[in-house]
Protein backbone atom coordinates (compact mmCIF):
# COMPACT_ATOMS: atom_id res chain seq x y z
CA UNK A 1 0.00 0.00 0.00
CA UNK A 2 1.20 3.54 -0.79
CA UNK A 3 -0.40 5.16 2.61
CA UNK A 4 -0.78 3.03 6.12
CA UNK A 5 -4.25 1.29 6.26
CA UNK A 6 -4.71 4.00 9.27
CA UNK A 7 -4.68 6.48 7.25
CA UNK A 8 -6.74 5.75 4.40
CA UNK A 9 -9.57 4.16 6.79
CA UNK A 10 -9.21 6.90 8.80
CA UNK A 11 -9.82 9.74 5.84
CA UNK A 12 -12.03 7.27 4.19
CA UNK A 13 -14.35 7.29 7.36
CA UNK A 14 -14.04 11.37 7.92
CA UNK A 15 -15.59 11.54 4.10
CA UNK A 16 -18.29 9.39 4.39
CA UNK A 17 -19.39 10.77 7.72
CA UNK A 18 -19.47 14.19 6.21
CA UNK A 19 -21.47 12.92 3.31
CA UNK A 20 -23.81 11.23 5.92
CA UNK A 21 -24.32 15.18 7.34
CA UNK A 22 -24.81 16.22 4.04
CA UNK A 23 -21.73 18.89 4.66
CA UNK A 24 -20.43 19.96 0.79
CA UNK A 25 -17.59 21.63 2.42
CA UNK A 26 -15.02 20.35 4.81
CA UNK A 27 -11.20 20.07 5.64
CA UNK A 28 -8.90 17.18 4.73
CA UNK A 29 -5.63 18.68 5.67
CA UNK A 30 -5.05 21.49 8.06
CA UNK A 31 -2.07 23.54 6.77
CA UNK A 32 -0.72 24.54 9.88
CA UNK A 33 1.99 27.22 10.46
CA UNK A 34 2.93 27.45 14.23
CA UNK A 35 5.70 29.60 12.99
CA UNK A 36 7.18 31.68 10.03
CA UNK A 37 10.48 31.92 10.75
CA UNK A 38 13.30 29.68 9.01
CA UNK A 39 16.16 28.94 8.76
CA UNK A 40 17.05 29.21 4.91
CA UNK A 41 15.67 32.34 2.46
CA UNK A 42 14.64 29.90 -0.78
CA UNK A 43 14.05 31.69 -3.80
CA UNK A 44 10.67 30.04 -4.50
CA UNK A 45 9.23 31.22 -1.08
CA UNK A 46 6.65 33.67 -0.62
CA UNK A 47 6.02 33.18 2.60
CA UNK A 48 8.80 35.00 4.51
CA UNK A 49 8.55 37.64 1.93
CA UNK A 50 4.90 38.24 3.03
CA UNK A 51 5.08 37.27 6.44
CA UNK A 52 8.13 39.49 7.10
CA UNK A 53 6.86 41.47 9.98
CA UNK A 54 6.12 38.56 11.59
CA UNK A 55 8.72 36.11 12.18
CA UNK A 56 9.35 36.71 15.74
CA UNK A 57 5.65 35.58 16.48
CA UNK A 58 4.20 31.79 17.23
CA UNK A 59 1.19 29.74 17.81
CA UNK A 60 1.12 27.88 21.31
CA UNK A 61 0.88 24.36 21.45
CA UNK A 62 -2.64 24.86 23.02
CA UNK A 63 -3.33 27.07 20.11
CA UNK A 64 -2.48 24.68 17.69
CA UNK A 65 -4.67 22.07 18.80
CA UNK A 66 -8.13 23.81 19.42
CA UNK A 67 -7.38 24.48 15.84
CA UNK A 68 -6.87 20.87 14.86
CA UNK A 69 -10.42 20.48 17.06
CA UNK A 70 -12.07 23.60 15.46
CA UNK A 71 -11.98 21.83 12.27
CA UNK A 72 -11.74 18.61 12.48
CA UNK A 73 -9.18 17.66 9.33
CA UNK A 74 -8.09 13.85 9.91
CA UNK A 75 -4.13 15.16 8.73
CA UNK A 76 -2.45 17.88 9.25
CA UNK A 77 0.37 19.40 8.17
CA UNK A 78 2.92 20.98 10.10
CA UNK A 79 4.66 23.59 8.18
CA UNK A 80 6.06 27.22 8.43
CA UNK A 81 8.26 28.48 8.02
CA UNK A 82 10.84 25.48 9.17
CA UNK A 83 8.53 23.86 12.12
CA UNK A 84 12.12 22.42 13.41
CA UNK A 85 12.82 25.46 14.85
CA UNK A 86 9.51 25.64 16.62
CA UNK A 87 10.81 24.72 20.09
CA UNK A 88 7.69 22.35 21.24
CA UNK A 89 7.94 20.16 17.86
CA UNK A 90 8.28 17.39 19.59
CA UNK A 91 5.26 17.99 22.28
CA UNK A 92 2.87 19.44 19.17
CA UNK A 93 3.55 16.30 17.27
CA UNK A 94 3.18 13.81 20.04
CA UNK A 95 0.35 15.37 21.44
CA UNK A 96 -1.32 15.34 17.78
CA UNK A 97 -0.61 12.03 17.26
CA UNK A 98 -1.36 10.58 20.34
CA UNK A 99 -4.07 11.92 21.90
CA UNK A 100 -5.40 13.89 19.40
CA UNK A 101 -5.00 10.70 17.21
CA UNK A 102 -4.58 12.61 13.72
CA UNK A 103 -2.14 12.17 10.89
CA UNK A 104 1.01 14.34 10.78
CA UNK A 105 2.72 15.21 7.95
CA UNK A 106 6.28 17.58 8.97
CA UNK A 107 6.99 19.19 6.31
CA UNK A 108 10.76 20.37 6.59
CA UNK A 109 13.90 21.36 4.34
CA UNK A 110 15.85 18.74 6.85
CA UNK A 111 18.70 21.08 7.79
CA UNK A 112 17.93 20.08 11.41
CA UNK A 113 16.29 16.46 11.16
CA UNK A 114 19.58 14.74 11.85
CA UNK A 115 19.76 16.07 15.35
CA UNK A 116 16.42 15.92 15.87
CA UNK A 117 16.68 12.41 15.51
CA UNK A 118 19.66 11.47 17.51
CA UNK A 119 18.18 13.71 20.05
CA UNK A 120 14.69 11.26 20.47
CA UNK A 121 12.39 14.47 19.20
CA UNK A 122 9.87 12.09 17.69
CA UNK A 123 9.49 8.55 17.49
CA UNK A 124 7.96 6.52 14.97
CA UNK A 125 4.64 5.58 14.23
CA UNK A 126 1.92 4.71 11.96
CA UNK A 127 0.58 8.04 12.06
CA UNK A 128 3.47 10.23 11.62
CA UNK A 129 5.25 11.37 8.22
CA UNK A 130 8.99 13.26 7.81
CA UNK A 131 8.17 15.07 4.86
CA UNK A 132 11.80 16.34 3.35
CA UNK A 133 11.57 19.05 0.74
CA UNK A 134 14.00 18.97 -2.03
CA UNK A 135 13.45 20.80 -5.29
CA UNK A 136 15.95 18.74 -7.22
CA UNK A 137 20.29 17.14 -7.11
CA UNK A 138 22.64 18.88 -4.77
CA UNK A 139 23.71 21.77 -7.32
CA UNK A 140 20.28 23.26 -8.01
CA UNK A 141 18.79 22.60 -4.56
CA UNK A 142 21.17 24.10 -3.04
CA UNK A 143 21.61 27.34 -5.66
CA UNK A 144 17.37 27.38 -5.04
CA UNK A 145 18.29 27.74 -0.95
CA UNK A 146 21.11 30.64 -1.71
CA UNK A 147 22.89 28.00 0.16
CA UNK A 148 25.74 25.84 -0.22
CA UNK A 149 25.74 21.93 1.99
CA UNK A 150 21.92 22.11 2.11
CA UNK A 151 21.23 19.07 -0.31
CA UNK A 152 23.56 17.32 1.33
CA UNK A 153 22.48 18.19 5.13
CA UNK A 154 18.87 17.37 4.02
CA UNK A 155 19.67 14.07 2.65
CA UNK A 156 21.41 13.35 5.68
CA UNK A 157 18.82 13.83 8.31
CA UNK A 158 16.81 12.05 5.27
CA UNK A 159 18.91 8.86 5.61
CA UNK A 160 18.89 9.06 9.56
CA UNK A 161 15.09 9.18 9.52
CA UNK A 162 14.88 6.01 7.63
CA UNK A 163 17.04 4.42 9.47
CA UNK A 164 15.26 4.71 13.05
CA UNK A 165 12.39 3.86 11.37
CA UNK A 166 10.26 6.74 10.39
CA UNK A 167 7.98 6.88 7.82
CA UNK A 168 9.53 9.22 5.15
CA UNK A 169 8.28 11.08 2.63
CA UNK A 170 9.56 13.79 -0.32
CA UNK A 171 8.09 17.39 -2.07
CA UNK A 172 9.54 18.43 -5.01
CA UNK A 173 8.52 21.83 -6.26
CA UNK A 174 8.89 21.84 -10.04
CA UNK A 175 10.07 25.47 -11.17
CA UNK A 176 11.08 26.84 -15.34
CA UNK A 177 14.67 25.49 -14.18
CA UNK A 178 13.89 21.59 -13.01
CA UNK A 179 14.43 19.03 -16.08
CA UNK A 180 12.97 15.93 -16.27
CA UNK A 181 16.21 14.43 -16.49
CA UNK A 182 17.26 16.13 -12.78
CA UNK A 183 13.70 15.25 -11.53
CA UNK A 184 14.05 11.39 -12.53
CA UNK A 185 17.54 11.18 -11.45
CA UNK A 186 15.88 12.51 -7.94
CA UNK A 187 13.27 10.20 -7.35
CA UNK A 188 15.58 7.12 -8.48
CA UNK A 189 17.64 8.10 -5.72
CA UNK A 190 14.87 8.62 -2.93
CA UNK A 191 13.81 5.56 -3.55
CA UNK A 192 17.18 3.79 -2.82
CA UNK A 193 17.10 5.34 0.26
CA UNK A 194 13.92 3.79 1.19
CA UNK A 195 11.62 6.64 0.98
CA UNK A 196 8.02 5.92 1.06
CA UNK A 197 6.26 8.20 -1.48
CA UNK A 198 7.19 11.18 -3.69
CA UNK A 199 5.01 14.43 -3.87
CA UNK A 200 5.86 16.49 -7.13
CA UNK A 201 3.79 19.21 -7.78
CA UNK A 202 4.72 22.54 -10.17
CA UNK A 203 5.21 26.02 -8.29
CA UNK A 204 2.83 29.00 -7.38
CA UNK A 205 3.85 31.99 -8.71
CA UNK A 206 3.52 34.00 -5.41
CA UNK A 207 2.28 37.92 -6.00
CA UNK A 208 5.05 39.23 -3.46
CA UNK A 209 7.59 38.27 -6.61
CA UNK A 210 8.14 41.15 -9.45
CA UNK A 211 7.11 40.37 -13.04
CA UNK A 212 10.77 39.53 -13.73
CA UNK A 213 11.06 36.91 -11.18
CA UNK A 214 7.79 35.29 -12.22
CA UNK A 215 8.67 34.93 -15.73
CA UNK A 216 12.78 33.37 -14.62
CA UNK A 217 10.91 30.81 -11.88
CA UNK A 218 7.57 29.91 -12.67
CA UNK A 219 5.92 27.76 -15.21
CA UNK A 220 2.88 28.66 -17.10
CA UNK A 221 -0.29 26.04 -17.49
CA UNK A 222 0.66 24.84 -20.92
CA UNK A 223 4.55 24.56 -19.88
CA UNK A 224 3.46 22.56 -16.42
CA UNK A 225 1.51 20.09 -18.96
CA UNK A 226 3.80 19.28 -20.95
CA UNK A 227 6.80 19.15 -18.30
CA UNK A 228 4.51 16.16 -16.27
CA UNK A 229 3.82 14.28 -19.65
CA UNK A 230 7.37 13.70 -19.74
CA UNK A 231 7.65 12.79 -16.26
CA UNK A 232 5.03 10.77 -16.08
CA UNK A 233 6.52 8.26 -18.64
CA UNK A 234 10.06 8.76 -17.08
CA UNK A 235 8.38 8.11 -13.37
CA UNK A 236 6.25 4.90 -14.37
CA UNK A 237 6.36 2.52 -11.56
CA UNK A 238 8.13 5.04 -9.18
CA UNK A 239 6.67 5.78 -5.22
CA UNK A 240 4.83 8.84 -6.06
CA UNK A 241 2.19 10.27 -4.02
CA UNK A 242 0.18 12.10 -7.04
CA UNK A 243 -3.22 10.70 -6.99
CA UNK A 244 -4.06 9.46 -10.50
CA UNK A 245 -6.79 11.74 -10.97
CA UNK A 246 -4.28 14.42 -9.91
CA UNK A 247 -2.03 13.58 -12.53
CA UNK A 248 -4.24 13.04 -15.44
CA UNK A 249 -4.89 16.90 -14.47
CA UNK A 250 -0.72 17.55 -14.53
CA UNK A 251 -1.00 16.29 -17.48
CA UNK A 252 -3.60 18.43 -19.32
CA UNK A 253 -5.91 15.09 -19.59
CA UNK A 254 -9.00 16.47 -17.48
CA UNK A 255 -10.27 19.63 -15.47
CA UNK A 256 -10.60 19.15 -12.08
CA UNK A 257 -12.38 21.35 -9.41
CA UNK A 258 -10.32 23.85 -6.70
CA UNK A 259 -11.00 22.61 -3.52
CA UNK A 260 -8.80 24.63 -1.18
CA UNK A 261 -11.37 25.25 1.55
CA UNK A 262 -9.97 21.14 2.10
CA UNK A 263 -7.05 22.53 2.88
CA UNK A 264 -7.34 25.51 5.24
CA UNK A 265 -4.18 27.00 6.45
CA UNK A 266 -3.80 28.31 9.87
CA UNK A 267 -1.04 30.31 10.91
CA UNK A 268 0.03 33.22 13.77
CA UNK A 269 -2.09 35.58 12.26
CA UNK A 270 -5.60 33.26 11.45
CA UNK A 271 -6.88 31.56 9.15
CA UNK A 272 -5.46 32.76 6.05
CA UNK A 273 -7.82 33.37 2.80
CA UNK A 274 -9.13 32.43 0.24
CA UNK A 275 -6.26 29.46 0.38
CA UNK A 276 -2.67 28.45 0.91
CA UNK A 277 -1.51 30.88 -2.04
CA UNK A 278 -3.63 33.67 -1.62
CA UNK A 279 -4.04 36.11 1.10
CA UNK A 280 -6.73 38.52 0.98
CA UNK A 281 -7.57 38.03 4.43
CA UNK A 282 -6.65 36.29 8.17
CA UNK A 283 -9.89 35.32 9.61
CA UNK A 284 -10.87 34.30 13.31
CA UNK A 285 -12.16 30.79 12.84
CA UNK A 286 -12.72 28.47 10.15
CA UNK A 287 -16.26 28.74 9.67
CA UNK A 288 -15.47 32.58 9.38
CA UNK A 289 -13.21 32.15 6.51
CA UNK A 290 -16.20 29.37 4.65
CA UNK A 291 -18.73 31.59 4.73
CA UNK A 292 -16.95 34.72 3.99
CA UNK A 293 -14.93 33.62 0.74
CA UNK A 294 -15.99 33.75 -2.58
CA UNK A 295 -15.32 30.10 -3.60
CA UNK A 296 -17.06 30.48 -7.13
CA UNK A 297 -14.84 32.70 -8.13
CA UNK A 298 -11.27 30.82 -7.41
CA UNK A 299 -10.22 27.67 -9.55
CA UNK A 300 -9.97 27.35 -13.69
CA UNK A 301 -13.21 27.88 -13.67
CA UNK A 302 -13.51 31.07 -11.54
CA UNK A 303 -12.85 34.62 -12.45
CA UNK A 304 -9.76 35.46 -10.44
CA UNK A 305 -6.76 35.78 -13.14
CA UNK A 306 -4.55 34.83 -9.81
CA UNK A 307 -5.99 31.17 -10.43
CA UNK A 308 -4.98 31.03 -13.82
CA UNK A 309 -1.63 29.16 -13.93
CA UNK A 310 -2.35 27.34 -10.60
CA UNK A 311 -2.12 23.74 -10.68
CA UNK A 312 -0.81 23.45 -6.86
CA UNK A 313 -1.56 20.01 -4.99
CA UNK A 314 -3.26 21.85 -2.04
CA UNK A 315 -6.06 22.87 -4.19
CA UNK A 316 -6.02 20.09 -6.78
CA UNK A 317 -5.52 16.72 -4.92
CA UNK A 318 -8.78 17.45 -2.76
CA UNK A 319 -10.33 18.06 -5.47
CA UNK A 320 -9.23 14.84 -7.03
CA UNK A 321 -10.39 13.63 -3.46
CA UNK A 322 -13.85 14.59 -4.06
CA UNK A 323 -14.31 13.62 -7.24
CA UNK A 324 -13.13 9.95 -6.89
CA UNK A 325 -16.19 10.11 -3.83
CA UNK A 326 -18.17 10.62 -6.52
CA UNK A 327 -17.34 8.56 -9.42
CA UNK A 328 -17.05 4.64 -9.12
CA UNK A 329 -14.97 4.21 -11.52
CA UNK A 330 -12.20 6.91 -10.27
CA UNK A 331 -13.15 5.80 -7.00
CA UNK A 332 -11.85 2.27 -7.95
CA UNK A 333 -8.91 3.46 -10.12
CA UNK A 334 -7.79 5.40 -6.61
CA UNK A 335 -8.13 2.49 -4.64
CA UNK A 336 -5.93 0.24 -6.81
CA UNK A 337 -3.34 2.85 -6.77
CA UNK A 338 -3.55 2.91 -2.89
CA UNK A 339 -3.06 -0.81 -3.32
CA UNK A 340 -0.07 -0.29 -5.65
CA UNK A 341 -1.71 -2.37 -8.36
CA UNK A 342 -1.00 0.23 -10.69
Same mark, same amino acid.
Given at each position: ????????????????????????????????????????????????????????????????????????????????????????????????????????? +?????? @? =???????? *? #???? &??????????????????????????????????????????????????????????????????? +?????? @? =???????? *? #???? &??????????????????????????????????????????????????????????????????????????????????????????????????????????????????????????????????
Amino acid at each position: MRFPFSLTASMTRHILTQGIKGVKKYPLVLMLEPLFKCNLHCAGCGRIREYADHMTEMLSVEECLDSMNECGAPIVSICGGEPLIYPEIGELVRRTVFEQKRHVY +LCTNGL @M =LKKHIEDG *T #FRPT &SRFFINVHLDGMEKNHDASTSRTGVWSAAVEGLKAAVEAGFQVCTNTTLYRESSVDEITELCTMLES +LGVCSM @M =LAPAYSYE *T #FDAE &SQESLFLVREETQARFRELEKRLKGKRLATTPLYMDFLTGRRQLPCAAWANPTRNVCGWKGPCYLLTDAHYASYRELLEKTDWETLGPTGSDPRCANCMMHCGFEPGAVLVSTKNPIQGLRTMLWQLGIF
